[in-house]
């Protein structure tokens, strides 16, 4: 059996068929960039990235497409509030987002999208949209006619009339039905804009996700992934645009994310009750946070707590204990990559017995990670085998080197797949990019303190690096750095 996902569009549990065999294409709504984001944006992006890492686990090639939102009314506001300009503004949370979400070990997308980038594919589209019938010019705005899509409201499975109540409590007299949403905004003043045929304005969030989407992946994508609370009305009307005017499925695949939950309601900037992603990351270590995040199935809702985290940390420190032990079995164990898992030469009772438990952990892992990316039952299955690894290396019941290396082996490569362990490597990595900015930055600072005749602070940052094994020397040409052991 292979993958199978729950698609919010039937409802069902679906056995998972890409487009072209092998391939996935996925599109996944990124962020409106007009602040840091907060644990509860960070599930989807989260979940997304093991979706993503998990279908390339399987052997897909996957296109993931995430969309930067850079330009919206709650930027604009934000912006003057800081007396910023919008753009300003976008790129720096931009940047932020790009940040947090590294730190949390999420492998940036394929494409990322800008909103402002776009706009003439945008206008293409709404053009289109006009031309078939589906959409009408008002004063400088464009809006989408929603009668003329007979499929509206399918992706939400909201009837027509509850639809009407919910619209008119926004009331814009001048549209034909209040149902009708705006895909081109006519410029406010003071407001950034871009020329457009029906004059300057700027894009609607819909229209926005609709033109990258098919820009980057085609007219038809694989998995269309989102927050829950994307589902009504922003998927619902991406689906009317697209699918009006290519007159094919706009996405096979709807997967929605629910909500993370702080005091029993949803966490979010509007009810004010948020912990930014950057402030969790301070405390905590990406593995503890991504282990909090995935620790229940991403279609039901997860309580933020500072208990939960605190359990998530205890689970780290176990998980790392038990594979940092088994490292020194694999890396004495050259010839297991080669043999793979086969069962070792050994054939103690205890050793048969863990070699079934690491055979368990890869068919529940992938029965459990099949089954529309069951994270808590993975993570589940993980540490049964930790806990049969820890009481195996407790005992002295003759567990031979080789059932360990292959136990070091299995876990190593479920726990990249969900990215609760292996980030310790990238986070070395990253400290040495930094490196070697630091220290020019260090020589550059004492030589202007040379420069200045001020010998005690040139001195002193000298003989602190060479305390760190680095050691500087002042030549004609200038002040170079190497190691020293
Ligand atoms: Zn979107």
Redesign the pocket.
Known sequence: MGVKIYNSLSRQLEEFLPQTEGHVSM?S??PTVYDYIHIGNARTALVTDIIRRYLVYRGYNVKLVQ?L?DIDDKIIARAETLGLSSSQLANTNGQAYFEDTQRLGIQPADVHPKATEHIPEMIDLIQTLIAKGAAYVIDGSVYYRINSFKEYGKLSRRKPEDLLAGARVEVDQRKEDPRDFDMWKAAKPGEPSWDSPWGPGRPG??I??SSM?MKHLGETIDIHA?GED?LFP??EN?IAQSEFATGKLFARYWVHVAFLKIDGTRMGKSEQNFIFLRDALDKYSAEIIRHFLISAHYRHPLDYSLESLQNSESALKRLNNCVDTLNKYYEATPEIEEKGNETSESTSHADADLFSSIESLQSQFTEAMDNDFNTAQAVGSIFSLVSHVNKSLNSSNGVSQYTLANAYKVLTETCQVLGIYTMNEQDTDNTTEYLDPLIELLLDIRQDARNQKDWDTSDKIRDRLKELNIEIQDTREGTSWKFVT
């Open positions: 599109y709504c990124g969309n939102t969030w819909h926005e996700c989407a989102g994307l922003h998927h991406e």
